[in-house]
């Protein structure tokens, strides 16, 4: 008898011990979210962006350090041109030849392309995200296009396969209209979305094609055609001033203001997404700066 409630007691002392023992753990945790939730306050606390919209990802964690407007849809401006080198490099070899051609010269801007000049695909896509060639971009959507037979379907081929994969990536905000991103007549957006879907298509382009975003981290470089080497400039302009930059690319229309997104390394291994969405020319790179620095000190604090 004295044994069973020995036993007896020992169970319920036990079922005591792990009751106390979880709802402490869940006290520590509770209490370390609320850290971390009070750091990230802290750290992006007082803080005016011009941006109408900014979202800072910790793509490591999957975890978003700030976010001002998210979902909101925006104009995308050159932006866009992520889609389109995600989906080209999707659906072509890398070694693909893209011709220039008359027609894609004809697009806004000059970035030193000329008509009848040969690339692979690859150093296109370099190029055209790099120096925010509409040229560049007009080639690689008119090469594909002119691969359909159907003549009805040609014109409109590449955007819908970009409109496809935002779908396949559930970027619910977003829409494309042409593969450059310029705006279109009568106030039209060339594409728009949000800063979170713009983040997410980054996130996708860091994972499968990491190293053709590399070229988009250098202030100055050069790029071969088959034809010539072209020594081009970031429009990125601070792309030298970031430390651990891994990928950058902006955007600027009247319709968009300024647009800019990079990637950069904030530790080992430990990859941060920073957008910014409808800023002003120069805004959106003082915008950039900004959440770069605070999220350096969320960082260090812990976050």
């Known amino acids: 008898m004295e044994y069973r409630k020995t036993l007896i007691s020992v169970f319920v002392l036990f079922v ?106 690859k150093k296109l896509v370099e190029f055209t995200l790099t120096t925010s060639s509409n040229d560049g971009a007009a080639a690689i959507a008119r090469t594909f296009n002119e691969q359909k037979e159907a003549t009805t379907t040609k014109e409109n081929f590449f955007v819908n396969k970009m409109n496809q994969e935002a779908a396949a990536l559930e970027l619910l905000n977003t829409h494309f209209s042409n593969e450059t991103g310029l705006d279109e007549p009568n106030s039209v957006p060339g594409a728009y979305g949000s800063a979170k879907d713009i983040t997410m298509l980054l996130s996708q382009f860091l994972k499968k094609y990491p190293e053709l975003l590399e070229a988009t981290a250098h202030a100055l470089n050069t790029i071969n055609s088959e034809n010539k080497p072209h020594n081009i400039e970031n429009t990125n302009k601070e792309a030298a001033k970031i430390p651990g930059l891994m990928a950058s690319k902006t955007g600027f229309t009247d319709l968009a203001g300024g647009n800019l997104i990079i990637a950069f390394d904030a530790g080992i291994g430990q990859p941060i997404i920073v957008t910014v969405l409808g800023s002003t020319r120069e805004g959106r790179f003082s915008d950039a700066e900004e959440l770069i620095l605070r999220t350096r000190e969320a960082i260090l604090r812990g976050l």
């Open 16 to 121: 005591i011990i792990t009751l106390l023992n979880n709802a402490n753990e869940k006290n520590i945790l509770k209490k370390q979210a609320l850290k971390e939730k009070d750091w990230a306050t802290l750290s992006f606390a007082e803080m005016t962006l011009n941006a109408k919209a900014a979202y800072v990802y910790d793509l490591g964690r999957g975890k978003v350090l700030y976010e001002k407007n998210a979902d909101e849809i925006l104009p995308l401006a050159s932006l866009a041109k992520l889609m389109t080198a995600y989906v080209a490099l999707k659906e072509a070899p890398r070694g693909t030849f893209i011709t220039i051609n008359k027609e894609s010269i004809k697009e806004e801007g000059d970035t030193g392309l000329y008509p009848g000049e040969k690339w692979i695909l």
